[in-house]
């Protein structure tokens, strides 16, 4: 293994393959080498691609990052070619097969990591990536692990985990989870996989995890500690103080905002703000859920006569590969689009998001609650109208609506794995969208509240990643124990990927 004494503290990124995670630790990067690490990622040749350009833009500015590509192995894991991320998957049966091929990408990334030099300080990696574990343990590199959830949900999770409290009820009873700052309740049907296993087995997967997570040195997530202070405070209880909050990691993105996924934009970037100019300011409900498309067409279409019967201008994104041709044919048939000319854009494929959640004609979010959103939308200011869909998307549901009290639920009742997606008790209706999106945007005192609430989350989003706002963060002093700690686990001066700048100048 190289050995040289680093000039620089040293980090090496692994992401996992989905853009959900990916696209936060893009952002994590730049933060980084903001600070003065020099960075190296790795990512497979399909992101490579996808990422060129923002990391291009990042390096032309004087940021020390780099890009190192690793072959995805599809074939070898039974893939289809080119399956080198999450929501490319043709169906969700192959979802074990894309976990078998991370996992052989261990001795590739053992074989770069020998020829890294200098040693990297630490390796900050998805900890769904559970044999970096081993890989850090053979070469003495602190693993901090980064898996883009909030630390409500990390906290909910270990708590259900240890109590197994969701074991003694029926799944659709509702039961409060042990040992957390507010009563919240949740039925097993509205819980990740880890509880509520769905028809694909990957107990195995989501053991190791676990146990590989628990191994990790250090946490590193994706929030601010205003948005949920008492559970940032009692998770870091629970890793020994070991547990930073980073974000919102989206606003490491301005200037790249048209670009950050990675993923060309269906939408022309000026084509969409003059179209949200030309609307009355918090007028439009901007509704995208996620990335991986995972909203059956029936679903969509309610969603769609929701918004449509709402009356509302609004921008709806439509992703999902397959699926959309047949969410294709009903609009055409039923002219909703035609219908909607005048208040409704219908995005196909990837849309803009954070750029569109910070124009001031945005004044609401309609979003399936996965973490990065979620957080997006906190960050803009905005109220939400929530629609969890899997995942732990439920959790995250449950701090906007009931903790922060900035979100209205449209009702989704339960996960719904692929292939279930017509069961009818889980249905939303269009009727449950339009009476969300109502009371969202109530100019009343109900609506009027929510939005006064959400508006102060979004400054403090702004303020804690203002210039002085990590500072601060870094000098409540688990973080630069930490770092301290990381400095002497490699003998070297400094190993600080937060604080390095501030550490060189105290110097
Ligand atoms: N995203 C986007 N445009 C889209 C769909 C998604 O920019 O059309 C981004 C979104 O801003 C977020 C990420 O993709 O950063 C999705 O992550 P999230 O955790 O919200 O959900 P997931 O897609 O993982 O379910």
Redesign the pocket.
Known sequence: MANHEPKHPNSVLLPFM????I??MIDMAKLLAKRGVDVTIIVTHLDAARFSSVIHRAVESGLSIRLLKIRFPCEEAGLPPGCESI?LLPSYNLVPNFFAATNMLQKPLEKMLIEIAPTPSCIICDKHLSWTAETCNKFQIPRIIFD?MSCFTQLVTHNIYLSKIHQTVPPNEPFVVPGLPDRIEFTRLQLPGLFNPGPTDLIDVREQVMKTELQAYGVVINSFEEVENRYVDEFRKLKNGRVWCVGPL?RYSSGDLGI??G?Q?SIDYDQCLKWLDERERGSVVYA?L???G?LSPPQFMELALGLEASHHPFIL?M?GGERLVEVERWISDEGIEERCRERGLF?R??????LILSHPGVGAFL??C?????L?GISAGLPMITWPIF?D?FLNEKLVVQVLETGVRVGARGIVYLGEEEKPEINVTRDEVKEAVRRVMDEREDGCERKERARKLGEMAKRSVEEGGSEALAQRGPVSRYMARVASTNGATFRLPLLAGRLRQRR
Do not use: D, F, Y
């Open positions: 989905a853009p959900g995670h696209i936060p929501e883009g989206s950050r996924g993923i934009a995208c996620g990335s991986l995972r994104v992703q995005v494929g990837w849309a803009p998001q954070v979003t399936h996965g973490w990065n959103s979620t997006e995942a998307q």
